[in-house]
Each structure stands twice: as C-alpha cells, then as structure tokens.
C-alpha cells in the first residue's frame, strides 16, 4: 500500500457543482497535512493546512479523519479557475517530519 | 519577499552526460528540499536539508545523484550520469524550520529531458 493515494481522476464538473477529493495514508503517526493546488506546468502552491477540527476558506472545506485515516478537501460552487491538479501533502509518514505527496487529482470544471 | 529561486529553467542533455541544478531558498528558511516530479505523477521527495545537515535521502539514488547545502543557505543538486528515465521537473522548496507544520514555497522547478 502506497503513504498517500488519491484518485487521479479527472473529475469533470460543471460551473457551480460541487466536488469532493479524498486522500488516504497508511501511517498513523502522521502528524500534519496539507493540499495544494498545481497548475498544468507550474509549481505547487499551498491550498490549504488541514486541522482535526476542520477548517473552511471561502470555496474550501478541509477535513481529517484519523479514524479512518484519510483528509478531504470540498469545493463549492466550482469555478472554471478551479481547473488544476490538487495534490494531498502527509507530514511525518516515514517517522519525522517529512512530507510525503501523493500523486494528485485532477480537476476539470467545464461551462 | 523574494521567493525561491531555481535555475536554469530548462535542460536538454544527452544520457550519460553529467547536469547540476541551483536552488536558493527564501531568505531565512532554514529547512531545504529537492524533489522530482515525472509527468502524471506527485512531487517524489529526493532529499530534505535542515539547514545545512541532511534529514532525509533514503529516496535519493545515491549512485548518480547528489546534493549539497553548503552554508545552510543555496543547494545544487547534480545528477551524474543521467538516464534517459532521470526526465522530470526537479523542484525545489523551502520552510521556515523544522515544526511539524511547515508550510512549502516552492522555486519555479527545472524542466530536465535526457536523449
């Protein structure tokens, strides 16, 4: 089993639905997460920390559930700019404090 | 504030031949970390430098890569020799320190393909 999975998708919506990403990892001691958002051909760039309690930006809803061990990220009201690759981020997964990415999701908001 | 820097942008070689990356962090950012990312795929971590000690290579392929954070500010990454499978962005990324919420600004990445 990999650290982090995600489903690559892509995830095909149109203007205005909502969509949601889940991301699994494997250890349990993991201690802080993340996602990100990146365009086609450009470099990361931080989404959103997630929190146990979960946390909410505008559009974006956050969640961890350590139960089952996966986060979640819900976006609302999906804009055409939506359109990226979201990538989940596991810190601590080998130990210490190490990010581990998973491969990303793919979204595609159509007109 | 300046962001993290990377250079060159792009890197056409041949296999077998040798290729060195630069990275300089955001001023003040004690924790360093090179990664590759191969199209379709997430960023793979290669190495992480807190400041200018290694906290973790074990997915560095040690027989052709190498790093190096002199200092404990910019860092050159070298791949001798490449293979044809070393084609990847190679990102550079950098945090303010080592807490377990480090937050990642990542330099623009160098587009690498080996012939």
């Known amino acids: 089993r990999k650290e982090v999975e995600q489903d690559p998708g892509p995830f095909n919506v149109p203007e205005g639905a909502t969509v949601a990403f889940n991301c699994t990892y494997s250890?349990?001691?993991?201690?802080?997460f993340f996602w990100y958002r990146q365009d086609c051909r450009k470099e990361p760039k931080l989404l959103m920390s997630v929190y146990s309690s979960g946390n909410e930006d505008g559009r974006f809803t956050a969640q961890l559930n350590r139960a089952s061990q996966y986060i979640s990220l819900l976006i609302r009201d999906s804009k055409l700019s939506d359109s990226a690759t979201y990538l989940c981020?596991?810190?601590?997964?080998?130990?210490?404090?190490?990010?581990?990415f998973g491969r990303g999701t793919s979204l595609i908001v159509h007109p | 504030e300046a962001g993290v820097a990377q250079s060159p942008r792009y890197k056409i070689i041949e296999k077998r031949q040798s290729v060195a990356f630069w990275c300089n962090p955001i001023?003040?950012?004690?924790?360093l970390y090179w990664y590759q990312q191969i199209l379709g795929q997430g960023p793979k971590l290669l190495i992480q430098?807190?400041?200018?000690?290694?906290?973790?290579d074990s997915q560095l392929p040690k027989d052709r890569f190498s790093a190096e954070r002199l200092k404990g500010v910019d860092s050159t990454l070298k791949i001798q020799p490449a293979k044809l499978e070393d084609s990847a962005v190679y990102l550079c990324?950098?945090?303010?320190?080592?807490?377990?919420?480090?937050?990642?600004?990542f330099g623009a990445g160098t587009r690498l393909s080996v012939l």
């Open positions: 001023s003040g950012h004690a924790t």
């Open positions: 990324a950098s945090s303010a320190g080592g807490a377990v919420k480090n937050i990642q600004y």
């Open positions: 250890n349990s001691a993991s201690q802080s």
């Open positions: 981020v596991v810190n601590g997964g080998r130990g210490s404090y190490i990010p581990t």
């Open positions: 430098f807190q400041n200018n000690g290694v906290v973790d």
